[in-house]
């Protein structure tokens, strides 16, 4: 079908897929054409892996599912066009089998590929497979799909469209730069990329390099949701190689925007044609990834209700923010477990939060259980971690009794040096936070402020403080957080050895402080995950190491 | 230096290393070549990177850990001679530095290789770098290493030697098969080799294929240990294309074998020369591999005491046994907690085995404990998840009042259905049995018996039960042990898909039932973790599923 005096109208068509529910996402890309067409596009344009979800590890070996994955792709160009869609021209992604062969008997190289299907007519035009396979930081593509190796370009309404998926843009050369001088009018490229802090500028970099070399336009369709231990941010866009947005879907939430090829951008609030939604400041960013994954996380795991054991401090409260955020307030639970240890000055603030926020609040002292185990004799940290246990059980009991996801507050200075008790602040299998600094915790609490939160200034300015004992404050043992963090960020983030901190100006007592907690720490966080593999992004494939030195020197 | 009218003689050294810990396992490598030129060897061959300890995953994208690695072989050839160890021929593995740009800034790329050296008079004589990179299963390779390309071979004392690493003998062609034709006289080949069962005659099967290509024997060295969720057995040995066994060192401990090339073989008993040490049988085997990774578990991560929760049953029964093995049963405290749903054949069931066992024994009932949170109201599930978590809390409070490993006891039925409960008879970092399914629990416990074990005959007849409600029997809510075992066989080790499983006969409802329960417990498992990620090898990488439908059909 010719496209007659006006421009080729894309739909980018942002949407939350779930890996394993083949069905569940062809469903998800039925109903958005439907929209697409409604809406006067030709093109739509779906996420990295659109019909399998990604990332989808190894299910690539099970044979049920990969059969699955490559039938359902046909079916779906089927069941387009059974539903009127079949003229639209419609970019999915999914498996593309490889040799079955190989997944019999002893596998050790993989054949599948990571495969962008054109389907159109009720038939699969054509097909790319994605040829950069990221295998660091969270991905393992190497582990599962083959390279493919052939750059490929459509002709459609008289326009030269090329195709990549994801990676093919972040490096140099590849099928992408096999482009060059192709004189297409447009790259289109699907993506499931995880947010960090700061990325969309990186994406939008990627563009005007790309932009420059092959003389378009990127459209970058990405995938947006939780899944288990990422959260893909969506913020699709249209940028020209002088960076130029010409069209930007949201982030954090589904979305399809529609941009025609060629057009003018119009502004946020003008509709969804050509348009440019604003994104938010970084720390909303931060606290939208928050809500968004923890959200997705009780969503694939059954949960639409959520409890958060209340402490007085500013952790359980933010994540107290952010499950009603994304559970809805009515949905939420505070329980307040105060212990002879607890201040007033925690009580009140638990108190008034639970009631400023709305949730449904009750309040458990635990003295009387404490109590109970005075026969076993506890001293010093066995009593203190008791304590902790205690909360971790009625937090535990509340949730088998009435249901609801159990949230995990640690953020990720606790995480990194093990400042938690295994099986007692440690319950939960979700922490909002646990990626969060705990310094970056108070800036990201005093923005939640300026969006209608309710964390008081008592609970902003506090001494942070596990009240197992009393007087109890965390800098008794941790150096202060602003410190600690630096270092942690240097240790973590940077990748850092020791040598190379202390060149950096850091205190020595304090880098082998922290360093020696970190490493012993390794052996508690794997028994005790509390949600994104990425929180300790640098020691997620760590094996144990000798507690007893420090070797990264 | 030449060696006169007698055999090229070789020791093969199999010793545990230790990951991250290069100063210490450079320190058994000195040590271990002392003992081989006390005992006139020419050749020392260690396991696959012997030095940085074998698998390091992430740690490779290290860079104070990598320059400490690479500086490490270096050092340690000098070391050597000045150990008056240099005219010694010591291959030793660790990391080979690849570019470090690639590690810089933005790595997408592995640029490292996994290296064997050959060290002798206190300079490296020669390397190789492994070809075939294993990545399934546990491995991971393709991530953390580029692969090498050049077969190797060198030259000794008149005879020439071809050389390989792990991965390399298990395939066809690459660097070994490029030494067909070259009349080598031995092929040796160092390996970090996870033991599964009947994992040695396959590896004897490696050895009469390459044997048979390349016209010569094939020396494998394997590492020996556990390190974290692996265990290496060792079995190092010489083996000809006929399938002649030429020497043969033990399992699952160190060793030292010496093998004078073309000398015949001599028996067990008769010294380290030659010798073929004879291995157990394969229940043995399993006991064995499952005391080494627990013993070496609590070694790695700083603990020599255990403490296990025992209930009467047959699982806590043989982890006890396990326990005694790995630390000594003076280390080891059993803690029977009864409750008013604990049978008196349970309690007697436990004392009779805790005596006869002779470790430390301790009751602590936990009756006056759950009335204490009757004023929770809980009910059903919830209750009796109480009780399980009370004896959790006890048992984690044991071990930090008195220090201690609690040892989990979940074997693999229990993990890959989910029964269990999270933060109850879940705590504990690692389960000796958690790759073992129940009905081999049996069989594993029957084969302790006939070594010294003292697990009853009562707690080998009797019906499995949780005893969390009175009466309660597990085949209430699962399918009998045997049927639930043969299910999870096809679906967890077998790979099978549902309609597969049908075909194969297996009973509909049951089939859907255990698939069911399996994906359901994938969320409790990831929370959860109790030791070999191995332990539901399929499910390794996979994500969360949808759980309100079976996907594998």
Chains 1, 2 share one sequence.
């Not at 500028?201 to 092959?214: C, I």
């Not at 209608?452 to 403080?465: D, H, R, T, V």
């Amino acid at each position: 079908m010719a496209v007659e005096n006006r421009p080729v109208r894309f739909a980018m068509a942002q949407i939350d897929t779930f890996v394993g529910d083949i069905a569940g996402n062809c469903e998800k890309v039925v109903k958005a054409c439907k929209k697409a067409k409604a809406n006067d596009a030709d093109i739509v344009v779906f996420p990295e892996m659109t019909l399998t979800g990604y990332p989808i590890d190894d299910l690539v070996f099970k044979n049920s599912f990969r059969y699955q994955a490559s039938d359902a792709t046909r079916q779906l160009a089927s069941a387009l066009k059974d539903n009127g869609l079949g003229d639209l021209y419609v970019f999915v992604g999914s498996l593309g089998l490889g040799s079955l062969e190989a997944q019999e008997g002893k596998i050790w190289y993989a054949t599948d590929h990571n495969r962008l299907f054109i389907l159109h007519e009720g038939e699969i035009l054509d097909t790319y497979d994605k040829h950069f396979l990221p295998t660091y930081g969270v991905f393992d593509e190497l582990r599962l799909f083959a390279p493919g190796d052939k750059a490929v370009t459509v002709e459609l309404f008289g326009k030269k469209f090329g195709v990549a998926i994801c990676e093919d843009i972040w490096r140099e050369g590849g099928t992408v730069g096999d482009l060059r001088g192709d004189g297409i009018d447009l790259l289109v490229s699907m993506n499931g990329s995880p947010y960090n802090e700061g990325k969309m500028k990186t994406r939008y970099g990627l563009a005007v390099e790309k932009g420059t070399k092959l003389g378009c336009p990127l459209m970058y369709v990405n995938q947006v949701g939780g899944q288990d231990d990422l959260v893909f941010d969506g913020g699709s866009f249209v940028m020209d190689g002088e960076g130029n947005l010409l069209a930007q879907a949201r982030q954090f939430a589904e979305d399809m925007v529609f941009w025609d090829l060629g057009a003018a951008p119009s502004k946020d609030g003008e509709g969804d044609v050509n348009v440019c939604r604003t994104l938010g400041s970084l720390d909303e960013q931060v606290y939208s990834n928050s809500v968004l994954g923890l959200k997705d996380y009780g969503l694939k795991n059954g949960f639409d209700k959520a409890i958060v054991g209340l402490s007085g401090g500013i952790d359980s409260a933010l994540c107290a923010e952010m499950a009603a955020d994304a559970f809805g307030k009515e949905n939420v639970t505070c329980i307040f477990m105060p212990s002879p240890c607890t201040s007033e000055r925690s009580e009140e603030d638990a108190r008034e939060f639970a009631k400023a926020l709305g949730c449904k609040f009750e309040e458990i002292p635990i003295s009387s259980f404490i109590s109970a185990f005075d026969s076993l004799g506890l001293k010093d940290g066995a009593e203190e971690n008791l304590h902790s246990r205690i909360r971790g059980m009625i937090l535990m009991s509340y949730s088998n009794q009435h249901g609801g996801l159990v949230i995990n507050c640690a953020n990720k200075s606790e995480l990194a040096t093990g400042y938690f008790t295994m099986y007692g602040d440690s319950v939960g299998a979700y922490s909002p936070i646990c990626d969060i600094y705990k310094s970056r915790v108070y800036k990201i609490a005093a923005y939640k402020n300026t969006k209608g939160g309710c964390i008081s200034q008592s609970m902003l300015s506090k001494a942070p403080s596990a009240e197992l004992h009393p007087g109890q404050k965390d800098c008794d043992v941790l150096p202060d957080y602003e410190t600690l963090d630096a270092i942690l960020y240097a240790y973590i983030e940077e990748n850092k050895g020791r040598a190379e901190m202390l060149a950096a100006g850091f205190d020595r007592a304090k880098v082998d402080q922290v360093i020696g907690l970190v490493d012993k720490a390794e052996w508690k966080r794997r028994q005790c995950p509390v949600g994104p593999k990425v929180s300790l992004r640098a020691l997620k494939h760590d094996r144990q190491i000798p507690i007893t030195q420090h070797f990264f020197e």
